[in-house]
T-cell receptor, first 113, second 111 residues
Framework: DAGVIQSPRHEVTEMGQEVTLRCKPISGHDYLFWYRQTMMRGLELLIYFNNNVPIDDSGMPEDRFSAKMPNASFSTLKIQPSEPRDSAVYFC???WGTGGKWFFGQGTRLTVV | QKEVEQDPGPLSVPEGAIVSLNCTYSNSAFQYFMWYRQYSRKGPELLMYTYSSGNKEDGRFTAQVDKSSKYISLFIRDSQPSDSATYLCAMSFDTGNQFYFGTGTSLTVIP
């Protein structure tokens, strides 16, 4: 298996622009998680899905952030409009079942200037 | 108080040393305990996975969970330069959906 695949690996955008991050989970996994990692705050859970349904989005910072999972093999995290404080590494992870072992993608390094 | 506390380091040791990494936690309901290794500019990689208390060994790595003290440890024997990375502890409840991560300990093994 190719593992969790994220794109793009790097994104540089101007403040106010829309940013879309993409994730393909491991085939057969039924949980998908979006995390944000910064030096100051470490890994923060933004939202997670079970069987394509959003279960907990309490970690989404504000309405500028939205996430979708239209099918079992694809998810997006969108930021509109983007702000410099959104600069971070965004990780997608997937797992099978509860208490499962999580597998992370390589991350998308977002820089908003 | 954070759910999970981890000393950020950095920790620097000579090659061949025994490394001890630790996390403490506040919620006694945690049941799943994990250690992730994260190389620079890479995603976290699952290293060790344990359920409830006890020890687990995998090669040079040993994970210990002491639920009475709310303390988990990762030991690395005969440390190698390739072990240089950030090590993150993570834990969750029995339902296992919400994971809480430590902030990570940066380790450098000097040849």
């Amino acid at each position: 298996d190719a593992g969790v695949i994220q794109s793009p690996r790097h994104e540089v955008t101007e403040m106010g622009q829309e940013v879309t991050l993409r994730c393909k989970p491991i085939s057969g996994h039924d949980y998908l998680f979006w995390y944000r990692q910064t030096m100051m705050r470490g890994l923060e859970l933004l939202i997670y899905f079970n069987n394509n349904v959003p279960i907990d989005d309490s970690g989404m910072p504000e309405d500028r952030f939205s996430a979708k999972m239209p099918n079992a093999s694809f998810s997006t995290l969108k930021i509109q409009p983007s702000e410099p404080r959104d600069s971070a590494v965004y990780f997608c992870a997937s797992s099978w079942g509860t208490g499962g072992k999580w597998f992370f993608g390589q991350g998308t390094r977002l820089t908003v200037v | 108080q954070k759910e999970v506390e981890q000393d950020p380091g950095p920790l620097s040791v000579p090659e061949g040393a025994i490394v001890s990494l630790n996390c403490t936690y506040s919620n006694s309901a945690f049941q799943y305990f994990m250690w992730y290794r994260q190389y620079s500019r890479k995603g976290p990689e699952l290293l060790m996975y344990t359920y409830s208390s006890g020890n687990k060994e995998d090669g040079r790595f040993t994970a210990q969970v002491d639920k009475s003290s709310k303390y988990i440890s990762l030991f690395i024997r005969d440390s190698q330069p390739s072990d240089s990375a950030t090590y993150l502890c993570a834990m969750s409840f029995d339902t296992g959906n919400q994971f809480y991560f430590g902030t990570g300990t940066s380790l450098t093994v000097i040849p």
